[in-house]
């Protein structure tokens, strides 16, 4: 009867070995699950603040929008501005509709807007600078344009644009 004894104990050794190691995955399972749910916390936390500050950057970009445009409709010099820059251009756009209309000839419009064009590339860089700028204010675009100017960090903007405005032979 001894040895059934000492053979129970045996088996009762190797339950409680097997009782530990079931109790020690049970607690790293419980660990791995407490950190996984504590890197996601962080995380959202993380993209909490970052839409938080896209917020707060929008609506601060708006009001300096809207005092920009309060400011404007009290001064005279932009508009004058304005229509200096965007002189050329608006010359480019109707000077082959005039010149079809006196010759009577519309079938040269086409070739007409592209001489006209052409013509237009050839003016000085800063003008295409100053054009673009004052699309951009004239029209509100402020916020897609530094959003354009953004995806060009890193690169040469300047010859980009340039390609951009060069007339295609």
Not at 1 to 11: A, H, P, R, Y
Not at 16 to 38: F, H, T, V
Not at 120 to 129: C, D, I, N, V
Not at 154 to 163: A, F, I, P, R
């Amino acid at each position: 009867m001894k040895w059934l004894k000492l053979v129970g104990n045996l088996l009762g050794i190797g339950a409680g070995a097997l009782e530990r190691k079931s109790k020690l995955k049970e607690l790293k399972a419980q660990n791995a699950q407490q950190i996984l749910m504590a890197e996601t916390k962080s995380k959202v936390k993380v993209i909490e603040a970052q839409t938080q500050r896209t917020i707060s950057n929008d609506e601060a970009d708006n009001r300096m929008d809207w005092e920009g445009q309060k400011q404007k409709s009290k001064s005279w010099k932009d508009d004058v501005l304005t229509y200096l820059i965007l002189s050329p251009f608006a010359s480019a756009v109707i000077t082959p509709y005039i010149k079809a209309y006196k010759s009577q000839d519309w079938t040269q419009l086409v070739p007409d807007t592209s001489e006209s064009f052409e013509t237009l590339a050839k003016m000085p860089e800063f003008y295409m600078w100053a054009l673009l700028l004052v699309i951009v204010d004239v029209l509100a675009f402020r916020r897609i344009a530094f959003s354009v100017f953004k995806d060009f960090k890193g690169t040469n903007l300047l010859s980009s644009v340039k390609n951009m405005f060069k007339s295609k032979k």
